[in-house]
């Protein structure tokens, strides 16, 4: 079924619900919300895609997507479904080199963007040379098509291109964090499974609202009759969110669900303990693309009325793949964590089955299942994971795996299966240090030790080339960004070292005033690069 299906049938049953509703900031520090209701939303995605038809596009054509958060972004990602077009989503947060390698990797053959990227592909024509449909938001000339121009005249009844689940119906780019960006394929039946499983993990309705800190989950959610509010932030920047923005956002919609990165939900949360505000009204906070300290989840005890906390683990590549909530993590995981067992993520979700191999880095042409207990390679199969890599056929060699014409996806990542079926997340399979071959250790369970010091931010294992051997070291970043490591903190760091089997071998602490993080989710720790880093001061 067509993803934008789900649509049509919202705006026939709940026409004046309100779909879409943007954050929009007034001079006097106050906001007005406009909103399109689902009937608005249905018939103007409608106006959408007959404009994008008259420009060119058509069923099958990639069509590169960059619209800014607004009402209209998930509007045209919509109207692009119903054409039965391939929406390519890609992070301009990665940066404009990785920006266009994957433009060019990708060769889109339509682009629907703002002004600012059609002046890009005037100045580096050559990753955007297969583009024949040029489609703007902004009056910009350039043989471009002007979206809005007659818009409001436009039918506002459209057929929706009848996909099957097989039909390709989105290319959606990693971030490039541990590796180069690769655009991964998606069609109808993994969004429908992915929007099925979200909504039976959090018992979503169309009785709540989300906030979403990551644009793209906006289609999930309003695919399933939810109102969803676009916030006030830059999403390419999590980090620098201004958290009262956010909570003001969230009490005049009275927002039952939000979800992002944990680098947003901190800072919310810290804002709200400073300010003695309570968020009654949400009933989940969902964060992802990092392991989520449990500190975290212990603000949210205070400022939750009846909600929780939660950490769905995934990737671009297969999402959701298990879930666990904040209290289940307080209430008998966070322990072991501490004492170096790893991040508990939770058990596999309804629809994913998840096996724990032999870690290798290569490509495998058959699984190697490990038992309980036993650390590997976390792979997974199932309706949410994604078939390939967009003509990459070397990068596909390396993540699938096909046993009896079952697809098998290398999450990248090492952890273990209890012998309750909980994955326990170590870190990333190229974040790990292998000193010899019985001898590995890797990032999550070192760190956690370190990271109880009271002055301690965060820490990342690394390694280090002396005398021709490997060596695991670590980085420190303070609380106050000190970078003078004194001897009585490094003899306080030492004694954290021989506390624990798993850190006895770290001798070798740097201090680093901030650590370079992931464009996305401005979270997960760029351990490789800290590791040249600390290499050169070698």
Same mark, same amino acid.
């Given at each position: 079924? =067509?993803?934008?299906?789900?649509?049509?049938?919202?705006?026939?049953?709940?026409?004046?619900?309100?779909?879409?509703? +943007?954050?929009?900031?007034?001079?006097?520090?106050?906001?007005?919300?406009?909103?399109?209701?689902?009937?608005?939303?249905?018939?103007?995605?409608?106006?959408?895609? &007959?404009?994008?038809?008259?420009?060119?596009?058509?069923?099958?054509?990639?069509?590169?997507?960059?619209?800014?958060?607004?009402?209209?972004?998930?509007?045209?990602?919509?109207?692009?479904?119903?054409?039965?077009?391939?929406?390519? !989503?890609?992070?301009? *947060?990665?940066?404009?080199?990785?920006?266009?390698?994957?433009?060019?990797?990708?060769?889109?053959?339509?682009?629907?963007?703002?002004?600012?990227?059609?002046?890009?592909?005037?100045?580096?024509?050559?990753?955007?040379?297969?583009?024949?449909?040029?489609?703007?938001?902004?009056?910009?000339? +350039?043989?471009?098509?002007?979206?809005?121009?007659?818009?409001?005249?436009? %039918?506002?009844?459209?057929?929706?291109?009848?996909?099957?689940?097989?039909?390709?119906?989105?290319?959606?780019?990693?971030?490039?964090?541990?590796?180069?960006?690769?655009?991964?394929?998606?069609?109808?039946?993994? !969004?429908?499974?992915?929007?099925?499983?979200?909504?039976?993990?959090?018992?979503? $309705?169309?009785?709540?609202?989300?906030?979403?800190?990551?644009?793209?989950?906006?289609?999930?959610?309003?695919?399933? #009759?939810?109102?969803?509010?676009?916030?006030?932030?830059?999403?390419?920047?999590?980090?620098?969110? %201004?958290?009262?923005?956010?909570?003001?956002?969230?009490?005049?919609?009275?927002?039952?669900?939000?979800?992002?990165?944990?680098?947003?939900?901190?800072?919310? #949360?810290?804002?709200?303990?400073?300010?003695?505000?309570?968020?009654?009204?949400?009933?989940?906070?969902?964060?992802? #693309?990092?392991?989520?300290?449990?500190?975290? &989840?212990?603000?949210?005890?205070?400022?939750?009325?009846?909600? $929780?906390?939660?950490?769905?683990?995934?990737?671009?590549?297969?999402?959701?793949?298990?879930?666990?909530?904040?209290?289940?993590?307080?209430?008998?995981?966070?322990?072991?964590?501490?004492? *170096?067992?790893?991040?508990?993520?939770?058990?596999?979700?309804?629809?994913?089955?998840?096996?724990?191999?032999?870690?290798?880095?290569?490509?495998?042409?058959?699984?190697?299942?490990?038992?309980?207990? $036993?650390?590997?390679?976390?792979?997974?199969?199932?309706?949410?994971?994604?078939?390939?890599?967009?003509?990459?056929?070397?990068?596909?060699?390396?993540?699938?795996?096909?046993? =009896?014409?079952?697809?098998?996806?290398?999450? #990248? %990542?090492?952890?273990?299966?209890?012998?309750?079926?909980?994955?326990?997340?170590?870190?990333?399979?190229?974040?790990?240090?292998?000193?010899? %071959?019985?001898?590995?250790?890797?990032?999550?369970?070192?760190?956690?030790?370190?990271?109880?010091?009271?002055?301690?931010?965060?820490?990342?294992?690394?390694?280090?080339?002396?005398?021709?051997?490997?060596?695991?070291?670590?980085?420190?970043?303070?609380?106050?960004?000190?970078?003078?490591?004194?001897?009585?903190?490094?003899?306080?760091?030492?004694? !954290?070292?021989?506390?624990?089997? &798993?850190?006895?071998?770290?001798?070798?602490?740097?201090?680093?005033?901030?650590?370079?993080?992931?464009?996305?989710?401005?979270?997960?720790?760029?351990?490789?690069?800290?590791?040249?880093?600390?290499?050169?001061?070698?």
């Amino acid at each position: 079924m =067509n993803i934008a299906e789900r649509i049509v049938r919202t705006s026939k049953r709940i026409p004046d619900k309100k779909s879409v509703v +943007f954050s929009e900031r007034q001079s006097d520090g106050s906001y007005h919300y406009p909103f399109y209701t689902f009937k608005q939303f249905e018939e103007r995605s409608n106006q959408f895609a &007959h404009k994008l038809t008259e420009a060119g596009i058509r069923p099958g054509m990639r069509t590169l997507l960059f619209v800014k958060p607004c009402l209209d972004f998930s509007i045209i990602t919509f109207a692009l479904f119903k054409i039965g077009a391939v929406p390519v !989503l890609i992070d301009p *947060g990665m940066g404009i080199k990785n920006l266009l390698l994957s433009i060019k990797q990708v060769k889109p053959e339509a682009m629907v963007s703002i002004g600012l990227v059609h002046w890009i592909r005037r100045l580096k024509p050559s990753s955007f040379e297969n583009v024949k449909v040029k489609v703007s938001l902004d009056k910009v000339g +350039f043989s471009t098509n002007y979206i809005y121009e007659g818009l409001d005249k436009a %039918d506002k009844s459209f057929p929706v291109y009848p996909a099957k689940d097989e039909d390709y119906s989105a290319i959606l780019f990693t971030s490039g964090g541990t590796g180069i960006p690769k655009g991964v394929l998606y069609n109808h039946g993994i !969004l429908n499974a992915q929007t099925d499983a979200l909504q039976n993990m959090f018992s979503l $309705d169309e009785t709540q609202s989300d906030l979403p800190g990551f644009p793209l989950f906006a289609l999930f959610t309003l695919a399933m #009759g939810m109102t969803s509010v676009v916030p006030d932030m830059d999403p390419t920047k999590p980090a620098k969110c %201004d958290p009262a923005k956010l909570v003001q956002n969230i009490q005049d919609n009275h927002i039952t669900f939000v979800a992002g990165s944990p680098s947003i939900w901190e800072k919310v #949360g810290k804002y709200c303990l400073a300010h003695k505000i309570k968020l009654p009204s949400i009933k989940q906070v969902v964060m992802f #693309g990092a392991p989520v300290r449990s500190e975290i &989840h212990e603000m949210y005890k205070k400022i939750l009325g009846n909600g $929780d906390t939660y950490t769905p683990y995934g990737a671009t590549e297969s999402l959701p793949i298990s879930l666990i909530s904040g209290s289940e993590i307080l209430g008998s995981k966070s322990e072991k964590t501490k004492r *170096g067992d790893g991040t508990c993520i939770g058990m596999a979700v309804p629809g994913i089955e998840i096996k724990i191999i032999k870690a290798s880095d290569i490509p495998e042409a058959e699984l190697l299942e490990l038992g309980p207990e $036993d650390i590997g390679e976390i792979v997974v199969s199932g309706l949410q994971v994604t078939p390939a890599y967009f003509e990459m056929p070397l990068e596909n060699e390396k993540a699938k795996i096909i046993e =009896n014409g079952k697809i098998w996806h290398r999450v #990248g %990542d090492i952890g273990y299966l209890d012998r309750d079926q909980n994955l326990w997340f170590l870190g990333r399979k190229t974040h790990r240090v292998k000193v010899d %071959d019985t001898t590995t250790h890797y990032s999550i369970r070192v760190e956690a030790i370190f990271n109880q010091h009271p002055v301690i931010k965060r820490t990342a294992l690394i390694q280090i080339f002396r005398d021709g051997h490997i060596t695991p070291a670590l980085v420190v970043e303070r609380l106050d960004g000190n970078t003078k490591l004194t001897g009585a903190f490094k003899g306080e760091l030492e004694a !954290l070292a021989r506390s624990s089997f &798993h850190t006895q071998m770290i001798q070798d602490f740097y201090l680093h005033s901030s650590f370079p993080v992931d464009v996305r989710h401005n979270i997960k720790i760029d351990r490789l690069k800290l590791s040249k880093w600390a290499q050169k001061k070698e």
